[in-house]
């Protein structure tokens, strides 16, 4: 049989063309056997099909990737069941005997279903891709990108907190042994919130800052006031970046950050409280002068941003989330206290738990601020809000809290120097509780300063090549947030990417289900149909 490149009488240029995504859509449509390798290679030449990268998706693929796959793709079939239409193809309708966020929920029976706000941009690539790494119920497979980016988050971290190395270099000196379960994971991150909270104002700035919020099961709206029921589900996230900036200063690309160290608040201040009522008096002061800009910092191989409009349509909302949990968390600090407290509780964290003496020590070495609370517990003395003073169940559990082991377990004359004041029985134990009291407060400091400038900072190698500065707008994050909340929910079919060859080169080519996709297979079909328009078109 005569090559179809031969049939064509193709040009030698245009035969090493042959495998583009053009040839290889249309190869099978008789139709073109019509058209001559000038027209064929004028349609190569239209940018929609250009081939964005001449390796195949398959090329250099590892075996750890390999075994990834062979694991995710039979679980993603077995759920969504075969596409009638096409052999060995994987159906693209939504199963019907569990939505999005019930999937999710299989995984861990024990505890409630809850979201991120990265699993809220379901359109960030392409809506398809996201529901089958639902359904598959395997981790998201840890590429380059994703370890290269945690790295650079870190990095930027531990450049602008010295919290998390203080830390370690004590746990790793202690005499006893320190729990990182859950739990107690949990506590610190919550501790490392609230120090960097404090330090957004005497530094200038903060990194990986917790936020969260709740998304009504049944309106599809976000929560904005308080948590009712089950039926308000959980939505974290950790903010990337919060600068403190002069309203006075230009902003066209850049954020300064300023330090208001010693001038409205104290750096080295051993004493939460003070820190508080330092930020109240100076709060005319603030709201005039300076404002708080939520970021979001992004990872690139390239010093080149994203070209596709979903990612950056992503990214804006993702910080809009953000800039809006922050909203709400800072609107009353009573009730934004119950919602710290119910937050753990979905997680399946006893509020009432007691944080283990060792823990509690090892935040005291990465910080003081929390030392003459942590006199007041011991002493029995209130902190001074109130939801957390008068609950009972602080103080039912006082008489286990005992840190007088601790003289027989530790030696080091370095570590009983200076925490042997907390050696002997506490009359308040330390529980989740006493965090959620100062973060509450704390967040209620930052709310007012919030600014409708939001940013995305790009990063290549370390070094912040581009930002773009954005305006909030709540109404845009409504809308979105209420589309996504549908598909969750399942109240509304997938919607994949359109089907088009300049979205199939752009969004498909790397995909983990490109082989088995029965929307691009579709797809395919449509644009072989296309073909055989055109040539129609070319013999008229």
């Known amino acids: 049989m005569v090559p179809l490149r031969k049939r064509l009488g193709l040009s030698l240029f245009t035969r090493s063309r042959a495998k583009s995504y053009l040839h290889r859509i249309i190869s099978n449509d008789p139709h073109f056997c019509e ?12 940018p929609i099909f250009r081939e964005v990268n001449k390796e195949t998706r398959n090329k250099g693929i590892t075996k750890k990737r390999q075994s990834y796959l062979d694991e995710k793709l039979p679980n993603v079939r077995l759920r969504f069941g075969d596409d009638v239409r096409y052999p060995n193809a994987i159906s693209h309708v939504l199963p019907s005997h569990s939505s999005p966020l019930e999937a999710i929920q299989s995984t861990n029976q024990k505890v409630p279903a809850r979201l991120s706000v990265t699993k809220m941009l379901t359109k960030s690539w392409c809506e398809l ?32 907190h010295t919290l998390a190395e203080e830390q370690r270099n004590f746990e790793n000196d202690f005499e006893v042994e ?13 501790f490392e919130t609230l120090i960097k909270m404090v330090n957004l104002f005497t530094d200038g700035e903060a990194r990986e800052v917790l936020c969260h919020g709740y998304l009504n099961s049944q309106s599809c709206h976000l929560v904005e006031g308080p948590v009712t029921g089950d039926e308000d589900i959980l939505i974290s996230g950790v903010i990337d970046h919060l600068l403190l900036s002069s309203k006075n200063s230009d902003k066209m690309s850049r954020v300064e950050p300023v330090r208001l160290e010693d001038s409205v608040v104290s750096k080295e201040c051993k004493d939460i409280s003070l820190i508080l009522h330092q930020l109240e008096n100076a709060e005319f002061d603030l709201s005039n002068n ?3 800009i939520v970021s979001d910092v992004k990872t690139r191989f390239t010093s080149q941003i994203p070209s596709q409009a979903t990612v950056l349509r992503a990214s804006k909302l993702q910080v809009m989330y953000y800039r809006h949990f922050l909203e709400f968390l800072g609107k009353t600090p009573s009730l934004t206290y119950e919602k710290l407290l119910t937050n753990a509780q979905r997680r399946g964290l006893d509020v009432n738990r007691l944080i283990d003496p060792g823990k509690v020590l090892s935040m005291l070495a990465a910080g003081d601020l929390i030392r003459s609370d942590m006199y007041r517990l011991k002493n029995g003395e209130s902190i ?30 370095r570590i009983i120097e200076k925490y042997g004041d907390f ?12 965090f959620a009291s100062r973060l509450a407060q704390m967040y209620h400091k930052i709310a007012p300063l919030l600014s409708d400038k939001l940013m995305i900072e790009y990063y290549c190698n370390g070094d912040n090549f581009h930002n773009i500065l954005f305006e909030y707008d709540i109404e845009i994050l409504r809308s979105n947030c209420f ?24 969004y498909c080519k790397y995909c ?12 395919n079909d449509m644009c072989r149909r296309l073909g055989s328009d055109l040539a129609n078109i070319s013999k008229n």
């Open 35 to 46: 058209l001559s390798c000038q027209e064929l290679d004028a349609l190569s030449k239209f």
């Open 129 to 160: 891709r996201h529901a089958y790494d639902v359904y598959a119920e395997v981790p998201i497979f840890e590429g380059r990108a994703i370890t290269e980016g945690k790295e650079e988050h870190q990095k930027l971290e531990d450049t602008t």
């Open 178 to 190: 320190i729990p990182h379960d859950k739990f107690h994971n949990i506590a610190g991150a919550w």
């Open 290 to 292: 300076f404002e708080i």
């Open 384 to 413: 001074g809000f109130e939801p957390f003073d008068n609950d009972h169940l602080t103080d039912s559990a006082s008489a286990i809290y005992d840190m007088s082991d601790y003289h027989n377990l530790i030696v080091d004359a």
């Open 423 to 434: 050696f002997e029985p506490w009359q308040k134990p330390v529980t989740l509780k006493y």
């Open 483 to 506: 589309n996504s909340a549908q598909f969750w929910f399942g109240k509304r079919e997938i919607e994949p990417i359109k089907p088009n060859i300049k979205n199939f080169l752009t």
């Open 512 to 523: 983990d289900y490109e082989s088995v996709c029965s929307w691009k297979k579709a797809g």
